[in-house]
């Protein structure tokens, strides 16, 4: 499995995560649920910033290499 792939998929599991997270504080913790609602934005921007950096990653690296001449 190559490193775009693995990051693809551990993104999806984050997300899972979140959300099985977000249920179970909701359903246990009632009255802790505002705290962690608080938090959803920042934990949600986390999340997609990581998935913004591992699409954007691999061009990144061609672009590089391509202005290197091919290879480092």
Do not use: D, H
Request: one cysteine or more; a positive charge.
């Amino acid at each position: 499995m190559n490193a775009k792939r693995f990051i693809q998929i551990a993104w999806v599991c984050e997300v899972i995560w979140l959300l099985l997270n977000w249920t179970i504080c909701l359903y246990l913790l009632p009255n802790r649920a505002e705290l962690f609602i608080r938090a959803l934005p920042l934990l949600s921007s986390l999340i997609g910033g990581q998935g913004l950096f591992a699409a954007v990653g691999p061009e990144v690296k061609r672009w590089i290499e391509s202005k290197n001449g091919g290879g480092m």
